[in-house]
Structure formats: structure tokens, C-alpha cells
């Protein structure tokens, strides 16, 4: 019975370890999306990049906020006029798993 007891408390408590990682993860892909929204480019970047390190962090690898972190760093830097820091990160977030190719073609802010 104790056994049982300690088995149920231990799974519990992994669960919730799980959600706060991913619910961090996804706040802190907001953020770096609020950040973007008001222009605020180096902010983003540090936001998405927490985010990226804490996904590297988690269980969960079918986080889509992942990479799309990764692409909207490249995105931030372009616009920036860090070129060389966009396309390291384009490139980092297309072997990541950002799969929309035809969106990168016709981004406006990577045309810079």
C-alpha cells in the first residue's frame, strides 16, 4: 500500500513538473511575441531565446514554439541589420524543425 501511495505522489509530481515547463516555455514565447509586436527587437531576441534553452531543458520535443522561436530570432536580427546573426538562426531553426519554407521566401522581415 505504501508503495502504491509513493508511486501515485511521485507520478503527481512529475506531471506537474511537465506542465510548468511547458507552460514556461509558451510564456516565454509570448513575451518574445510582445516584445516583436512593439518593435522591441533585442528584448524578443532575449525572450526567445529563454525560450529555446528551457525547450531544450524539457521532456516535451513536440513543442512547436521551439523553433518557431528560433526563426522569429532570425527574424529580429534581420531587422536589426544583423545579417550574419539571421541567417545563423534561419539556418539553426530550419534544422530545428521549422517547416514552412514557402513563409521564409516571402517574409517581409527577413528581406531586409
Known sequence: MKKSVLICILLFCAANIFSASVNKILS???????????????????????????????????????FFSLYNISCCYSLLKEYEKSEYYLKYA???GYPYLNHILNDKDLVN
Open 28 to 66: 516565454l514565447y509570448e513575451e518574445g511575441d510582445y516584445y516583436y509586436e512593439l518593435q522591441q527587437y533585442e528584448a524578443a531576441i532575449t525572450a526567445y531565446e529563454q525560450c529555446w534553452n528551457e525547450y531544450k531543458k524539457s521532456s516535451d520535443k513536440n513543442i512547436k514554439e521551439s
Open 94 to 96: 530550419l534544422l530545428a
